[in-house]
């Protein structure tokens, strides 16, 4: 009993170390940075950075967190080497330069080549920095992990300053990235040590790394393709309002990779079977928490946004409820993936993914075509609700295998 009380104990303490560390950053970001953004550039000009900044999310963020799982994975196995995910980052880097010239090039966003370059150093150092907090994930350094953010934030106020004398977008974030990459580069051990020193698990790596970065392009596709969706089916101006008005939904959304990291990493320690009636029990509570989290998601927002987007407070307010829950049940469904990972196949995840694509494909892409911004948050509500109900069915089905192979014990 008292070995479970602890448990419980270092699951909560991890998990806030975690969620506050990763929640001031994004505060930092999305209720500093961003609104002097929308202040400068206006409704058209901050729509077209949501629009850059969703691609760097898109293709930085996939490959930063896919490489990180995959080091996670491979240390459960055996010591792994920094020069194998080094090189993999720097061949990254070079592919981010063709993606940000075809970025330029198609998109209606008026770049040059200064914008060009600096739109790619952002891209790669986020790419660094997601991958970077492994240092503390593999050493279950909860408390690192919150600090890491910390300079993170601290660079991000610094960025404003050069933000204000330049009015270069870009580098309001570039100080923040890069002082979280030189922390663990001259602090930690899981880049500068052995450098570019290669083993034979490179080639390991390298395939581990392209299956997981194929799942994670998939999730964030879909997670960020808002904007996309938006930018070129509605207007630059529809991406600004629907980010305003989803705005507290998104930063409890980006919640979930902190907190699936410790609950992916507590779970695995439980060796009970997942039966139809913990299922039951679990969805029961994630849609409670699903109607507390949007309650105060919706007031927070009416009191908040008013001050921060004053000007465009009036056209937001009438899609608060929809685009907070739409984000919210995203949230909720990723925890609800990371659990039922514990007992069921790891090809399920993309499968409940493939499936997720295929509804937003044919839900919010018309809706968006035929219909306004209100039709759009609506599809974006239904479609996040259908992937918890493919995560609850799946979870039924693998309760029933999971009570069987305990049995079989």
Not at 1 to 6: I, T
Not at 149 to 176: C, D, E, M, R, V
Request: aromatic share 16%; charged share 10%; net charge positive.
């Amino acid at each position: 009993m008292k070995n479970k009380l602890l448990s419980y104990k270092n699951f909560i303490n991890d998990s806030l170390w975690s969620m506050a560390g990763l929640l001031l950053m994004n505060v930092v970001a999305q209720f500093a940075v961003y609104p002097i953004w929308a202040k400068v550039f206006g409704d058209e000009g901050y729509g077209n950075i949501l629009y850059l900044i969703s691609i760097i999310n898109i293709v930085a963020v996939s490959g930063g967190c896919a490489l990180n799982l995959s080091r996670m994975v491979a240390s459960s196995k055996s010591t792994t080497k920094n020069g194998n995910y080094n090189i993999i980052l720097l061949c990254t880097n070079i592919v981010c330069i063709p993606v940000c010239i075809i970025v330029s090039l198609v998109s209606s966003v008026d770049m040059n080549v200064y914008d060009i370059i600096l739109f790619w150093i952002l891209m790669c150092l986020t790419l660094w920095r997601y991958y970077s907090d492994v240092e503390y994930r593999l050493s279950l350094n909860y408390k690192g992990y919150f600090f890491y953010y910390l300079w993170i934030s601290l660079g991000y106020g610094f960025g404003l300053l050069l933000f204000h004398i330049t009015k270069i977008w870009q580098l309001a974030l570039i100080p923040g990235e890069l002082l979280g990459i030189l922390i663990v580069f001259f602090k930690g051990t899981t880049i500068r040590q052995g450098f570019l020193k290669l083993d034979k698990q490179l080639s390991v790596c390298v395939k581990s790394f392209l299956y997981l970065i194929s799942a994670q392009l998939l999730s964030n596709l879909i997670f960020n393709s808002d904007r996309i969706v938006l930018k070129f089916l509605v207007s630059a101006s529809a991406v600004s309002i629907y980010f305003i008005a989803s705005l507290f939904g998104k930063t409890v959304s980006l919640l979930t990779m902190p907190l699936n990291s410790v609950v992916i990493g507590h779970i695995s320690k439980y060796k009970g079977a997942f039966t139809k009636k913990t299922v039951l029990k679990l969805l029961v509570l994630l849609l409670f928490s699903v109607f507390i989290i949007g309650i105060a998601c919706t007031v927070a927002s009416f009191i908040v946004l008013r001050f921060l987007y004053p000007d465009e407070f009036d056209t937001v307010k009438h899609y608060l409820f929809i685009a907070n829950l739409g984000q919210i049940f995203y949230f909720i469904s990723g925890i609800f993936t990371t659990i039922i990972l514990r007992f069921a196949e790891e090809k399920c995840q993309l499968y409940i993914n493939i499936m997720y694509g295929i509804t937003f494909v044919a839900l919010v892409i018309p809706m968006s075509i035929w219909g306004n911004l209100y039709t759009f948050s609506l599809a974006i509500l239904i479609t996040n609700i259908l992937r918890f109900a493919y995560a609850a069915g799946f979870a039924f089905y693998y309760a029933e295998s999971s009570l069987k192979e305990v049995q079989d014990d």
